[in-house]
């Protein structure tokens, strides 16, 4: 019994395939999902998804979005998607140092909220790198 | 030769007609023969009139043919990224339900039009369903208003209900288009705009010579709430244990939210693919027109030709003729 995941952005299909077992984070913690889940539809937080296929984890970096688990099938749906493994290592980490100095300078609130977003996806970017090598 | 054979119609038509206007010899011939030809209706339509309009259809061909090309190629660009934008609203309407019939008391059209025109009927008939829809939904303790996208339904729409335009936004693909600019787009609709439902009127794109016109509805999140509790399609919806959020109706707002961009983003690409197919359509029906009638003028042009160089013959043959006695 394997799930079947499809990872949806606005521009294209990241993912749709079957995998053993995921780790989504969302809003309110991680959650672990195996085959024959109950059905959930949660928000999902910028951050990472693990992936299982075989005995392999693969990572991807999500960046917000919904997902949606029933029946042995996952629909996530996120702004936008990447997989750890086609993030470059050496421009992740120098988008998140351009995003920290972007946020030193920030002033005004929305200046900050947005600022501290882009600080979170670059994080993202980066763990989903390091998280692999 | 032409202007010979002109300047020798003119003079033979002149001769048996008592003109009211004396023949001024020092006006060129050709001035009088055009008088003369208006005076008694066209006896004989110049070889240069015909040519002229051979000219400006002939341009009017080309420029078509070019505008056929383009539209090719910017649908070309713009129909893999509408294509995978589908498979976004999907599991939106898997979850949420897509319910036209519902009765609602605050409606809000989206009308999606473009913003240049020679793209055929797409255009009036969004106009027109957004009509029908809004006859649909008035009525006691309803109401309902338009949010525009698009010079041309703005132009339709503002003749006949001014007073219901929330919205009107032009000038949507000076940029190509991007997920983040409709975002923040829906964002600025959705709180601007009470509403209850609202209904989105796009031209679907199946394929480069059919577009459907098609209306897909987003509902608020306590009309969702209110659905699911009734039952019926979105019945489902209660099955979901929802988390993520500190209470379900957050969850429910973010949700509906994210449904409307993607399904606004979706119902703009496909709209604009629309409009490039029936662009393409028109002007290459355009050129084709525009083909025949050049076909037909160059008929009336070697007709004129030939009748020019048979009478001047005859002219000369009887010329020739009367002085041998």
Redesign the interface.
């Known amino acids: 019994m394997t799930l079947n995941l499809?990872v949806?952005?606005?521009?294209?299909?990241v993912w749709d395939s079957e995998v053993k077992e995921i780790i989504l984070s969302?809003?309110?913690g991680q959650?672990g999902v195996l085959p024959n889940h109950?059905?959930?539809?949660?928000?999902?937080?910028i951050g990472i998804l693990r992936i299982r296929l075989k005995d392999q984890w693969l990572t991807m970096a999500l960046m917000g979005?919904?997902a949606?688990i029933?029946n042995n099938e996952i629909?996530v749906?996120v702004?936008d998607a990447e997989r750890g493994s086609d993030i470059d290592p050496q421009e992740a980490q120098e988008t998140l140092e351009i995003a920290e100095a972007n946020l030193r300078k920030a002033e005004g609130k929305r200046q900050i909220i947005e600022a501290n977003l882009a600080l979170r996806r670059a994080r993202t970017r980066v763990e989903a790198v390091n998280a692999i090598s | 030769m032409a202007m010979a054979a002109l300047r020798r119609e003119g003079r033979r038509i002149a001769a048996p007609l008592i003109s009211p206007q004396p023949i001024n010899p020092i006006r060129s011939s050709i001035a009088s023969s055009d008088r003369e030809q208006a005076f008694l209706g066209v006896r004989s339509i110049s070889t240069q009139v015909v040519r002229n309009r051979m000219k400006s259809v002939r341009n009017i061909q080309k420029i078509t043919k070019a505008m056929k090309m383009v539209a090719a190629s910017k649908l070309r660009a713009i129909q893999t990224r509408a294509e995978n934008s589908r498979g976004l609203w999907q599991p939106f309407t898997a979850l949420l339900g897509d319910t036209p019939s519902v009765d609602v008391k605050k409606n809000v059209i989206v009308t999606i039009s473009s913003d240049k025109g020679l793209c055929g009927g797409i255009n009036s008939t969004s106009v027109k369903i957004s009509r029908g829809l809004y006859k649909l939904n008035s009525g006691p303790e309803k109401e309902c208003k338009y949010v525009i996208l698009g010079e041309k339904a703005k132009a339709q729409l503002v003749r006949d209900s001014k007073k219901d335009i929330e919205l009107a936004i032009t000038e949507l693909q000076k940029n190509p288009l991007n997920y983040t600019q409709v975002a923040v787009l829906a964002d600025d609709i959705l709180k601007n705009v009470e509403y209850d439902a609202l209904r989105i009127v796009y031209n679907k794109f199946q394929s480069v010579v059919a577009f459907l016109p098609t209306t897909s509805t987003v509902l608020s999140p306590e009309i969702v709430e209110r659905e699911a509790e009734a039952g019926g399609k979105l019945g489902e919806l209660d099955s979901y244990e929802i988390e993520g959020g500190e209470t379900k109706s957050e969850v429910l707002q973010n949700l509906t939210e994210f449904q409307f961009s993607c399904v606004m983003f979706n119902a703009v690409l496909e709209n604009a693919c629309s409009e490039q197919g029936a662009r393409m359509s028109a002007m290459d029906s355009s050129s084709r027109n525009a083909g025949d009638m050049l076909d037909r003028l160059t008929l009336t042009y070697n007709r004129t030709r030939q009748a020019s160089i048979t009478t001047e013959l005859i002219e000369i043959i009887s010329g020739a003729s009367a002085l041998e006695g």
């Open positions: 499809c949806l952005t606005p521009n294209r299909i969302t809003n309110s959650i109950a059905p959930i539809a949660t928000a999902v937080d979005g919904f949606r029933g629909t749906l702004n």
